[in-house]
């Protein structure tokens, strides 16, 4: 039952109106923002009738939090977007708190099935409730079931949360009946992911529980995923108020589970647990699978922690990050940056074995728009320290600090201009392999992505810095040897 039917016309409206006044100024490059107001998570990322589908959770009327819509937006690139009228509104009995974080998949019959979760408002005795919802439609407008909520609470067995249950993440099975991972708290595990499956997406079957926190890493699971890649099994997950430990920071994280997975007794063997990406601000990733086979994850830019803190320079906030192309390489998950992005490439300057000692500026090498790798071959250098530094000018830097004995990396924005006291570092480990180490740094505008030794670990990071500081500069404690390619971006 509709209580307010025209709640997503009006936000149809206000979209079209923005429109008009808004300019693409200030905007990334290459990274996706809301059209107008806030956004987080990546929502219903697929490929549809010849395009890449995003959505994501959206408030358009403020650059906060408030009640979840789905934002839309379309590319055949990856890379440019176009946004389409905002897709879902809280406007039913079964979602008028919000319609929170799910997915798309693609259905036989040529429609576009999008599963999210509707939050029940909390009534006087009782808080809000969670549970999974569906919406069929052709990638533009969509139509939700009168049977929503089409998963509930009643559908697990005893001691799973009806106050935590969201996230549904579908796909179509080998077999042709849909499965969704759907992410609950329970009341001893803690962060699980459950499973179900179904024949045409209103019916669903609980199937059971693929893998629990128990309280090692973090408490609730937020946003889960699980797709074969490379023969392995993939789990990622994005839990709340992990504990620091092995490569994670405190906080909000972000897991990737690679290990074997037997359906049939609903078993999934952990094999090797690893941070998504080390970064300041990553969170919820989602993937998808391109027609060409390569499996591609997108996430937040953001982090709970400290979005509330962060500048409001825009009629917009928040963006994604780079679409990333994962692989399972001797057991761990690799990311790169979506290969599409060599279109941007402009201007491309090299500087082959150069030696580096004293801060040194490349000619050629500067700008906020880059993409830029640094090989370091410290082989024959008594170079124990090397230290890239961007965004820089006399007052700002954004610095990369490789400590090449001890196998570690600081990526520190203390100095890119935040006058606010939360985290600006993080420590990632960083080895020399093969006589050498590689960092490419993707740049736009207010990010920087560092995908460390070909995408082994990944720090992403939005920086405040002014604009105009676009220095880069390379010093080492002893001479070393490096090669640079920098492509601008345009
Ligand atoms: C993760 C999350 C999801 C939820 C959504 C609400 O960032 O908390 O679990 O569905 O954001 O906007």
Redesign the pocket.
């Known amino acids: 039952m509709s209580i307010n039917p025209s709640a997503l016309e009006r936000v149809r409206a206000f979209e079209r109106e923005q429109a008009m006044k808004l300019s693409a100024e200030g905007r990334p490059l290459f990274h996706l923002t809301p059209l107008v107001g806030w956004m987080?998570?990546p929502n219903g990322f697929c490929f549809y009738k010849g395009q890449f589908h995003l959505f994501y959770?959206y408030h358009p009327f403020s650059r906060q939090?408030g009640p979840?819509h789905w934002g839309h937006a379309v590319s055949g690139d990856l890379l440019h977007w176009t946004y389409m009228p905002c897709a879902l509104a809280p406007d039913t009995a079964a979602d008028a708190g919000?319609c929170?974080?799910?997915s798309a998949v693609p259905l036989p019959d040529g429609r576009l099935l999008l599963a999210y979760?509707g939050?029940q408002p909390a009534g006087t005795f009782r808080r809000e409730t969670?549970a999974q919802c569906v919406a069929v439609g052709d990638g533009t407008d969509f139509e939700k079931s009168l049977l929503n909520p089409v998963i509930r609470h009643a559908h697990m067995p005893v001691g799973y949360s009806e106050f935590d249950f969201?996230?549904p993440k579908a796909w179509m099975g080998p077999d042709g009946r849909l499965r969704m991972v759907v992410?609950n708290r329970h009341e001893k595990r803690q962060g699980t992911v459950l499973l179900f499956s179904s024949a045409e997406g209103l019916n669903w079957e609980f199937m059971g529980e693929i893998d629990a926190s128990c309280e090692e890493y973090g408490r609730?699971w937020?946003?889960p995923d699980f797709f074969a890649l490379d023969g392995k099994q993939v789990l990622l997950v994005?839990p709340?108020e992990m504990h620091a430990r092995e490569e994670f920071h405190a906080g909000?994280g972000t897991v990737a589970i690679v290990g074997r997975w037997d359906e049939k007794d609903c078993r999934f063997e952990r094999e090797t647990v690893q941070p998504v990406d080390h970064g300041l601000t990553f969170?919820?990733p989602q993937t998808t699978l391109a027609p060409d086979g390569r499996r591609i994850m997108i996430g937040?830019m953001d982090n709970?922690e400290t979005c509330k803190e962060a500048p409001r320079r825009h009629p917009w906030y928040a963006q994604m990050s780079v679409p990333r192309e994962l692989a399972v390489e001797k057991g761990r998950l690799v990311q790169r940056p979506v290969r599409e992005i060599q279109s941007l490439w402009r201007d491309t300057v090299i500087h082959d074995r150069v030696t580096v000692r004293e801060e040194t500026a490349l000619e050629g090498v500067k700008g906020r728009l880059l993409d830029l790798s640094v090989t370091l071959y410290p082989a024959d250098s008594a170079c124990r320290r090397f230290t890239l530094r961007v965004a820089k000018d006399s007052a700002h830097y954004v610095l990369v600090r490789c400590d090449l004995a001890r196998g570690e990396l600081v990526f520190d924005r203390s100095h890119g201009g935040s006058h606010r006291d939360i985290a600006h570092t993080r420590h990632v480990p960083a080895e020399v392999r093969d006589g050498r180490l590689t960092l490419r740094l993707l740049m736009d505008r207010e990010s920087v992505e560092l995908f460390i030794n070909g995408g082994e670990r990944v720090v992403t990071s939005l920086i405040p810095t002014p604009i105009a500081a676009d220095g880069v500069t390379f010093e080492a404690d002893a001479p070393v040897c490096l090669s640079v390619e920098a492509h601008h971006l345009g």
């Open positions: 987080n998570d959770q939090w979840m919000g929170f974080s799910g979760t939050v969670q969201r996230d992410a609730m937020e946003c994005s709340q909000y969170y919820a937040w709970w």
